[in-house]
């Protein structure tokens, strides 16, 4: 492995990133509920490296100069190269693993001699607790190793040997296919230099960038200090990913998830379902832990790109795409396949095929898709001609392959400006290539499908994974693979073996799933209209029905209308009736007056003038009322179908150009006519009118009502996959009463995939303002729920966003300082629990409600807790990780999971607890409703807005009084027309009408 001193270049270096906050301690232990043990999906460490770890910078390039032969892997370039010569590009991480892995077979034997096994995380970091081997202790050196473009290993396929003897009999197949090709290689060299060549040069620089203190993390987990040592987390988090990344192990990397197409399941659209499995290391009180957890995607199904484009367009089969693509169908197929890859099969066997990246497909058939093809010259001194060729013609002349769909278009594939045509049947899709678009709601409910399994289930697969992902701990340590060893003569298979890199950095990890301990909450009570037969109710189980209760505050409905999207014909003006008689007796007993029962019914085509059909059922509404032209309430709306298109157009009018209530439900319910669905209806309606459904007594809520006290949520939604011209969403709701059950909302949108709401001051300053108009006080106490960051930007989040609403306490009155609490709540993590005993397990085999862990798998040190708040509907419950970033109300363990628990009980439409805290809910639906709320070009009237568009009707300035500009007096005609848009990068943005601002439209 000895190599002289290269020159090379530094790792980019990280940006200058403010310095990390000091979260709040954990206060002592919650001591409310009853206690209990659950299981969870974390595996102890049972020991940590300590002393120094290396950390080398390992760089990798394409290198595209001719004058390098070399491929031996373990001889160095020469000290100078011409720079013109190194044509040098990056390599995906897939590549880039199995160059390590070649490079550390053929250098294994000066890598045992230092008792060195160092691990590579795919990209540029390389660890090793001892030196490498660099020759004369020299910082750097650069290697070159020739790699196959068909590489066996660089293809996804099923693991579907035991892993320790698949992974010997590979490491000896490619150790001797290397060998072959060395000589091979020689050999073409020497007698045809000029020969094209099947393989890859690349350059591999290793230089030493520093050194690693692993006992820096022990300090830590003892709580000798306060500073998180990533440097060692990450080292230990390479580790656990080092073997399951290797390309011998067959496993699909996605992130720290590892898929196989074993068991795969085909759905809908040409795509395919993979299992896997997720793993991460976590910090906990006492030691690190390894999280494990099942997970799936969605791939594109490998096969013919004919057949895959057949089930995109929803046909059986290729056999049924007889005629030519209309140019919505070939719209979809090309952006489905935009960037996918292929490869070809025209040339003959498998060494012959070429990968290629779709960038387009044609406006044209193969047959009518024309090139120029240059026709070498016949006899001498004649000039070549150009003639155009179409590119069905050419395949048949060129390579005798009659194009059967050559009524298709052809894919455009490789850089744009070379024209690169391909027929669709030439081609196959790359297996292995993962779905990065928003899946369809089809897709999507096949998936949720495909994921359900029990806690049983998910236990089981859990801990299969952890033995599939790492081996037996407990079995004979491996010996070095050596070509004299071969497994492949043994009939029985071996045990799975130990992790090697394991044993090297002194780690070991507990193969049972660790049990900790826990809580379950005592359920609050619930409390309805005093005139109900049961004006209070203590759930069971956390779900409850409306039977003989009233709603707390039931809302006045005088003036409203109906309109059903559909013909008469299929949806009978008596069905709708029969509908309407059912839904008003449902709002009687729930303590909802309505005063027309008989709205007048329009009937629409689906298709038509959306926001033309509104503002007529609008009208119509005011004009069925006495005194005639009163302001309309409400818009009820009957869909056809669940499509996102005539749903989103409505509500944008809706919220945006009029201003006014919509509720809308699918036309088989409306067939049905069910009680519990009227009831369901009957309290969105409540709440999108301004009334209240429930509500938690003040001594369910002393927080909040022994002094005023508001409860904000906040979240951002940012563009899908792909979509890099929108916009993100942030979005903030906040309480206006004691009892936490009416919410208001601000909105603003700012560029795309940006985490901190960069407008928060004046939404918090907007939302303040509201409360004191309703409430007539000032809020001395904020809790703010912010949902939806990662822990990468924790630290950032928290600094900005605190910052803000101080900022707009102060900007509303000088000296204005009520104290503030900043919690994350986080749903996107992997940990699960388990029951131990049948009287902790629900009808579906969860945790019970209100199941909270606030040791053994949280922080060492910091204030979090995780809470399983809602009961199992399907599946295994996920809990929610809250996260205490800012406490400024001295919240002790007990007083804000409570808080956080019992607030869980009060989301409005629905009769059961949810799993995520209902203001963070509320933020994350209004967020998605302004999704829709981008249009072709808006409405008329109202002002425009540029940048960073507000979607509120708030101007700035301080003071406790600035009023919402609501639209008064003025006649139907004129609401109609003052509708508000946001220009926002070229698109417009509605802005929501201020007279919804101030009540919850949103649910």
């Keep these: 492995m000895a190599a002289p001193p290269s020159s090379a270049a530094s790792p980019g270096s990280a940006s200058s990133q403010s310095p990390a906050l000091v979260f709040p301690a954990r206060p002592a232990p919650g001591t409310v509920g009853r206690t209990t043990r659950v299981r969870t999906n974390f595996f102890p460490f ?14 990798i390039f394409l290198d595209r100069s001719s004058q390098i032969h070399s491929s031996s892997g373990t001889s160095p370039l020469p000290a100078q190269l011409p720079t013109a010569q190194l044509l040098q590009q990056p390599v995906t991480s897939r ?3 199995r160059l390590f892995e070649i490079w550390e077979l053929l250098n294994r034997p000066s890598l045992n001699a230092a008792s060195c096994r160092p691990i590579f995380d795919g990209s540029r970091n390389l660890y090793s607790l001892n030196p490498l081997p660099l020759s004369d202790n020299a910082p750097s050196a650069t290697f070159v190793i020739d790699l196959p473009d068909e590489d066996p290993f660089l293809s996804p396929i099923p693991a579907t040997q035991n892993p320790r003897q698949q992974q010997q009999q590979q490491q000896q197949q490619q150790q001797q296919q290397h060998q072959q090709q060395q000589q091979q290689q020689q050999q073409q060299d020497a007698s045809t230099p000029l020969r094209r060549r099947r393989t890859q040069t690349y350059r591999i620089t290793i230089r030493k960038i520093g050194e690693i203190n692993m006992s820096r993390l022990q300090a830590f987990l003892a709580g000798q200090s306060i500073e998180t040592p990533t440097e060692a987390i990450a080292v230990l988090d390479v580790l656990l990913r080092h073997r399951p990344s290797l390309t011998t192990m ?28 997720h793993q ?35 046909r059986k089969s290729a056999a049924e795409l007889k005629h030519p693509l209309n140019e919505r169908d070939r719209i979809k197929i090309e952006k489905t396949l935009k960037n996918v890859k292929v490869y070809t099969t025209h040339r003959g066997g498998p060494s012959n095929r070429r990968k290629w990246k779709i960038t387009r497909l044609t406006t044209t058939p193969a047959s009518r898709t024309m090139f120029p093809q240059r026709i070498p010259p016949t006899q001498d001194g004649q000039q070549p001609t150009v003639r155009e060729e179409s590119v069905s013609n050419y395949f048949r002349q060129r390579y005798g392959s009659v194009i059967h769909y050559d009524h298709l278009p052809c894919l455009v594939v490789g850089e744009e400006r070379k024209h690169v045509y391909l027929p669709m049947e030439v081609c196959h899709m790359v297996p292995g290539q993962r779905i990065m678009r928003k899946l369809t709601d089809i897709q999507t409910s096949e998936m949720i499908r495909f994921t359900c399994q029990n806690p049983v289930q998910r236990a089981l697969k859990v801990q299969q994974g952890f033995f599939l992902l790492h081996g037996d701990q407990n079995a004979p340590a491996p010996s070095s693979p050596s070509p004299s060893t071969s497994s492949a ?27 900790v301990p826990a809580r379950v909450l005592p359920t609050p009570t619930i409390s309805y209209h005093e005139s109900s037969p049961e004006s209070t109710v203590s759930p069971t189980g956390g779900s409850w029905n409306l039977k003989n209760k009233r709603v707390a505050q039931g809302i006045r409905l005088r003036s409203w209308s109906v309109v059903v999207f559909a013909h008469e014909s299929e949806i009978p003006r008596t069905t709708i009736q029969r509908f309407l008689r059912e839904l008003c007796a449902m709002c009687r007993d729930t303590g909802i007056t309505v005063e027309s029962e008989t709205p007048p019914i329009r009937y629409a085509n689906p298709q038509g003038n959306v926001e033309n059909i509104l503002k007529a059922s609008y009208m119509e509404a005011g004009d069925a009322v006495r005194p005639a032209g009163a302001k309309p309430q409400m818009v009820f709306c009957v869909l056809p179908n669940n499509g996102v298109p005539l749903y989103a157009e409505i509500k944008r009018v809706a919220d945006t150009v009029i201003g006014i209530a919509t509720q809308c439900v699918l036309s088989k319910h409306v067939m049905q006519a069910k009680k519990q669905y009227c009831a369901n209806v009957c309290l969105k309606i409540n709440v999108k009118l301004g009334g209240m459904n429930a509500y938690l007594g003040s001594s369910q809520l002393p927080f909040v009502s022994e002094r005023p006290t508001i409860i904000f949520g906040a979240d951002v939604t940012h563009p899908a996959p792909g979509e890099r011209d929108k916009p993100s969403i942030a979005a903030c709701v906040a309480s206006m009463d004691a009892q936490c059950s009416r919410y208001a909302a601000a909105i603003r949108i700012q560029p795309g995939r940006h985490e901190v709401i960069r407008d928060l001051t004046s939404m918090v300053a907007e939302l303040l303002r509201t409360f004191y108009q309703f409430c007539g006080a000032k809020p001395q106490r904020i809790v703010f729920y912010r949902d939806g960051v990662s822990e990468g930007q924790l630290s950032e989040v928290a600094r900005e966003e605190v910052g803000a609403i101080r900022a707009a306490c102060e900007g509303i009155e000088s000296g204005y300082s009520p104290r503030v609490t900043f919690v994350v709540v986080q749903k996107r993590h992997h940990a699960r629990f388990f029951p131990v005993t049948r009287e902790d397990t629900d009808r579906t085999g969860n945790v019970l409600p209100g199941t909270v862990v606030e040791s053994g798998i949280t922080h060492p040190r910091e204030f979090d807790f995780y809470l399983a708040s809602h009961p199992g509907l399907q599946g295994t419950s996920k809990p929610t990780h809250y996260h205490v970033l800012h406490d400024e109300n001295g919240f002790s363990s007990d007083m804000i999971q409570e808080l956080t628990y019992r607030l869980c009980y009060l989301y409005c439409r629905a009769t059961r607890a949810v799993s995520v805290c209902p203001p963070a809910y509320y933020a994350h639906l209004v967020a998605a409703r302004a999704r829709y709320h981008f249009g072709s070009g808006g409405s008329s009237g109202g002002g425009s807005e540029t940048g960073g568009a507000s979607a509120s009707g708030v101007s700035g300035g301080g003071g406790w009084t600035d009023e919402v500009g609501l639209v008064a007096g003025g006649s139907l005609e004129e609401d109609l027309g003052a509708g508000g848009v946001g220009v926002v990068g070229g698109g417009s943005f509605g802005t929501v009408k201020p007279e919804l601002q101030k009540v919850m439209y949103f649910m």
């Design 489 to 515: 003569s043994s009939t029985v298979a071996p045990a799975p073996a130990p992790n090697a890199h394991f044993l090297d950095f002194n780690v070991r990890i507990g193969t049972e799933m660790a049990t």
């Design 46 to 59: 049972l020991s940590l490296p300590n002393g120094i770890c290396h950390h080398y910078d390992l760089q």
């Design 250 to 277: 067959r496993f699909t990397t996605v992130g720290r998830c590892f898929y196989t197409p074993d068991g795969s399941e085909k759905i809908p659209g040409g795509a395919e379902l993979w299992r896997g499995f």
């Design 95 to 97: 590549v880039a693993r």
């Design 280 to 314: 991460s290391v976590r910090p906990a009180p006492g030691g690190m832990m390894l999280n494990v957890d099942i997970s799936a995607t969605a791939f594109y199904e490998a096969g013919p790109v004919v057949e895959v484009v057949a089930k995109i367009l929803n």
